[in-house]
């Protein structure tokens, strides 16, 4: 298998060994309180955290995809993108920057005024038809999502009669429209806690191999989710050792970015388990 890369504003990227992206939350009910940054002195600061740590991409968002999130308009989206973009590229002109949006002309403004090199759909091009179209002209690397429904329905859009094959599918269809489009650089993310429910989020990590088959970037986010905590009858605040593990299993099965909140951690996951898969067999 070729090593993967990325081509972020001319420059080929490798994936080997995993890039951690840091989250850079600009909303006011982001689900983990503690990720919500809307100051400029919050901005600056968790910026220089992401960096400083070892993150290698910045996704910022500018509306919560939490579960019943509340419906923003894309001029109040827009705005808290262009305060949050202008600051950054006052103080990190050469920082990577993704741009987390199923809208194709905030994409579109964030990509050509503000020089953002990634575009972050969790939409999957479903809630806006103009956004694959627009990625294909703006010829940046793309995050394909799976998700049904919208931020605020998805949970009630987990039936499956077949899920791994369904979401295998919705990759494969959306795939063959990107590359028709003139689309390079796909990167794959399963959509955890995207209509889906606890269980089925746990047989999407056990099955994360079968993503193999696309031979693209495979992007995991699981950071402090409902999944982990959930599962252990905690909170947000309380799930960073529950994300490492899952962050764990993901690299060694396969994953090729982690997006998450705790980038220092992320790092670390990713150095060892590199070293773990790269270790001299003949010692």
Sequence with gaps: MIDKTLNIKGKLTPLTPPLVMGILNITPDSFYAGSRKQTQSDIEERVETILTEGGRIIDIGGYSSRPDAVEVSPEEEMERLAFALTIINRHYPDVTLSVDTFRAAIA????????????????????????????????????????????QTMQQ????????????RYFAEKVDRLRLLGVNDIILDPGFGFSKTMD??????????????????????????????????????ESLNGT?????????????????????????????????????CEL
């Excluded at 806006?128 to 429904?149: K, N, S, W």
């Design 108 to 151: 579109e403004r964030c990509v050509k005024e503000f020089g953002v090199a990634i575009i972050n759909d969790i939409s999957g091009g479903q809630l806006d038809p103009d956004m694959f179209e627009t990625v294909a002209a703006l010829q940046v690397p793309y995050i394909l999502m799976h998700m049904r429904g919208t931020p």
């Design 157 to 168: 859009y987990t039936d499956y009669t077949h899920f791994m094959e369904e979401i295998l």
């Design 244 to 280: 490492t593990v899952l962050n764990t299993f993901a690299l060694l099965n396969g994953a090729d970015i982690l997006r998450v909140h705790d980038v220092k951690c992320a790092v670390e996951a990713v150095k060892i388990t590199e070293k773990i898969l790269t270790v001299d």
């Design 200 to 237: 089925q989020n746990y047989l999407l990590m056990q099955q994360l191999k079968r993503f193999e088959l696309f031979d693209l970037p495979l992007l995991v986010g699981i950071s402090r989710k409902r999944m982990i905590y959930q599962l252990l009858d905690g909170t947000p605040m």
